[in-house]
Each structure stands twice: as C-alpha cells, then as structure tokens.
C-alpha cells in the first residue's frame, strides 16, 4: 500500500506541473483536485510520508503564486 501511496502522489504532482506549464489551467482548479487527493490519501494511509509531500507541494505552490 506504501507503494501505492507514493505512485499516486508522484503522478498528481507530475500531471498537475504539466498541466500547469502546458495549458491554460488554473491553479485554484489544481489546487481543489490535489486537496481531494490529499484527504482521500490522509484518510487511507494517515502519516504517510507521501502524503505531507503533497501537502508540502501544495504549499509550495500557493506561496510561489502569491510572491506574483
């Protein structure tokens, strides 16, 4: 299940950053997906690793935004 837990978090970042880089998408739109995500994955593996890096990324990701 560990496994899983990391596939799953590596894959929404990878998608979420290509998305970003490569279309017209919107951050609050990704956000709202990986938000999903992450407590879907907290409630299936609480204390996770992987989890508290999407989390961090998420994190990451509003701050470089708001220094726009």
Known sequence: MADEIERIVERAIEHTLALLANARAQWDV???????????LALRAPGHPAVARLK???????QARAAR
């Open 30 to 40: 990704a956000r709202d997906g990986l938000g999903k995500v992450h407590d879907d």
């Open 56 to 62: 961090a990324f998420v994190a990451s990701q509003d």
